[in-house]
């Protein structure tokens, strides 16, 4: 550890030291550390320059079964803020799930996951990447107006402190380029975006491509017809693909699980997607955005298939809803100031063989979906009903945008006739190709 996070880990082992002083039995500490910098430019003009720095305490501390998490700035007095979380804790329900990871599953040693670069990028500069995204958009020939372009650089760590005697830190650096443009005129408007983040600059796609394919997006979008209300094939562009895995995420997550409030709680061990597929989640994937060397509890993950050829094989777990499930915690602990809960990391669904255009052509009559309005997929019920818009398909070929429909089903039909493209993106921590998912009913014109 360098002098920095060695200094943040002491502060730790202080409150863990003053909780167990005041009548705690165990605890944890934790600091999340933010640092960002971002250039917003609209029309060729600086609209905003935003500099944040961030250093957010919390303490988690166990009397009992009885918990409690109190969150300070890290220049909070060490004693009053232990004091004041197990006089908490004392009052609060009992937990019978509640208490810090088994010592057995806490992560040992370094894991080297390449997620961090310490590239210093100045505010001019951040500008300059911005103004040329913009430029680039709005000279692709339709565009008409700009919703602004951003460009950002960041770092975001965790230093964790357990009584069990676990110590750990993970950092991880983030550089970002965004614009959003309009086409059209009058009622005919049309807006569309691209963007790109990474964790290393060198990765970044250039500010002018980032700008072109904004452009020609919202232009492909002009002049957008109705569509009659009927069945159709519906195949998803990755952007909308990655919101029905999230989706499947959602209904997989132990808290769900653990309270009955997921379509899938009875599924386990039973087919959900075509034999052909798996869903694999994995926290040690070398620079991958989902990556970390440990949990937000301490917990070295494991690569887990979550789903593997079509069978629903684990829930993410955290500590407390394994307990509650009778299972073993997994790893998938997401921590925050308010506490402690299960998430997913790096999840990738299997490609197919085929290109996107092949599965299009494969698709005589249809919607190829580039974007979803709203939230309605109904975890619980497992009902499915969104606004989108995108291109008919007609003899295979993405002919005329279209608009103002929604397309209905349900996720349990939805996931069972997944058929994948080969074109997944290793930048999202959600990898999901372009995706068909057999008919859906749309409602239209």
């Not at 960002?36 to 003009?45: F, M, N, T």
């Not at 197919?352 to 019920?381: C, F, Q, S």
Request: glycine share 12%.
């Amino acid at each position: 550890m360098n002098d920095d996070i060695q200094r943040l880990a002491d502060l730790g082992d202080r409150l863990i030291e003053a909780a167990r002083r005041h009548g705690a039995d165990a605890a944890d500490a934790a600091v999340v550390r933010s640092r960002s910098r971002s250039a917003q430019v609209r029309l060729g003009a600086v609209e905003e320059l935003e500099s944040s720095e961030s250093d957010d305490l919390s303490l988690r501390v166990f009397v009992g079964r009885r918990v409690a998490t109190v969150s300070a700035d890290i220049r909070a007095d060490a004693d009053r803020l232990a004091e004041r979380a197990v006089a908490m804790a004392k009052v609060s329900p009992e937990d019978p799930y509640a208490g810090l990871a088994d010592p057995a599953l806490l992560s040992t040693g370094d894991v080297e996951l390449d997620l961090f670069d310490d590239t210093e990028i100045a505010g001019e500069a951040l500008v300059e990447a911005a103004q040329a995204m913009e430029a680039a958009a709005r000279g692709v020939a339709g565009v008409t107006n700009s919703g602004g372009a951003s460009a950002g650089t960041g770092v975001t760590g965790l230093v964790l402190v357990t009584s069990t005697g676990f110590r750990g830190w993970r950092m991880r650096s983030g550089f970002s380029r965004s614009v959003s443009v309009i086409a059209g005129e009058g009622t005919g408007m049309e807006r569309d975006y691209d963007f790109d983040s990474r964790m290393h600059v060198g990765d970044l796609d250039a500010a002018e491509a980032i700008g072109r394919r904004a452009g020609e997006r919202a232009v492909r979008r002009l002049s957008p017809a109705k569509v009659a209300t009927g069945r159709y094939a519906i195949v998803l562009d990755p952007r909308v693909s990655r919101g029905l895995i999230g989706s499947l995420l959602g209904a997989i997550n132990g808290a769900g699980i653990a309270r009955g409030t997921s379509f899938l709680k009875d599924r386990m061990g039973e087919r959900i997607l075509p034999e052909a597929l798996s869903l694999v989640d994995d926290p040690l994937l070398v620079r991958r955005p989902g990556s970390r060397p440990f949990d937000g509890e301490g917990v070295r993950g494991q690569p887990l298939h979550l789903v593997e050829n079509g069978v629903l094989r684990h829930w993410l777990l955290d500590g407390a809803t394994a307990r509650e499930l009778k299972l073993t915690p997994n790893g998938r602990a997401s921590r925050s100031s308010s506490g402690v809960s299960p998430s997913s990391t790096n999840v990738t669904l299997t490609f197919g063989d085929r290109t996107p255009t092949e599965l299009i052509r494969d698709t005589h009559k249809g919607i190829y979906v580039t974007e979803m309005i709203g939230h309605g997929a109904n975890l619980v019920t497992g009902d499915y009903s969104r606004g989108a818009s995108g291109f008919m398909i007609e003899n295979g070929q993405l002919t005329h945008p279209v608009s103002e429909f929604t397309v209905a089903g349900h996720l349990r039909d939805m996931l069972l006739a997944i058929e994948p493209a080969n074109d997944g993106d290793e930048r999202f921590s959600v990898n999901t190709p372009t995706l068909r998912v057999g008919e859906m009913t749309v409602a239209g014109a």
